[in-house]
């Protein structure tokens, strides 16, 4: 991350923002997170202001998901960029399809990732006792 940027993250639970919070500082990066509902969380677009989603719109329901959507879409209009990040899963997200054409219908584009990776020994086996083939990090993203 460029210096002078600073990160600002939400999460409903605890956990999770400490873990966020300890691996920004592991990255060097400034800023924090913090506990609360991203629904509510005000996303203000901006003009050099970077909007992360990662695996998270798939945790939320229908309705907050096209409240989301909208947020994402305004960011965008006021200058920010957007990313949304999800597993390739086995079964279809239900909701991925509208997404992407919002998103390419806005300039932004859809994309499908794969990494060949070399798993310490544990995080080997733990993925594959997950049912995950753990030589290659995979997701999807979507960008605009
Ligand atoms: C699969 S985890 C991803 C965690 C983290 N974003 C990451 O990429 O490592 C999904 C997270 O979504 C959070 N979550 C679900 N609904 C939420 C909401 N309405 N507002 C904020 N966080 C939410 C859960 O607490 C959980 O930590």
């Given at each position: 991350m460029e210096s002078g940027s600073s990160i600002n993250g939400v999460d409903k639970h605890p956990w999770a923002v400490s873990e966020a919070s300890w691996t920004y500082r592991q990255f060097g990066i400034g800023g924090y997170a913090g506990q609360g509902d991203m629904i509510r969380a005000p996303i203000r677009g901006r003009k050099g202001h970077g909007i992360l989603a990662a695996y998270?719109?798939?945790?939320?329901d229908d309705d907050s998901r096209v409240v989301m959507l909208t947020k994402l879409l305004d960011a965008r209009e006021q200058g920010a960029h957007v990313l949304v990040i999800e597993p390739i899963a086995k079964?279809?997200?239900?909701?991925w399809a509208e997404w992407q054409d919002r998103f390419m219908a806005g300039g932004g584009r859809a994309d499908e990732w794969r990494f060949r990776i070399d798993l310490p020994e544990r995080q080997r086996l733990l993925g594959r006792s997950a049912g995950?083939?753990?030589?290659e990090l995979t997701a999807r993203s979507l960008w605009m």
């Open positions: 998270s719109i798939n945790e939320i079964r279809a997200l239900a909701w995950l083939d753990p030589r």
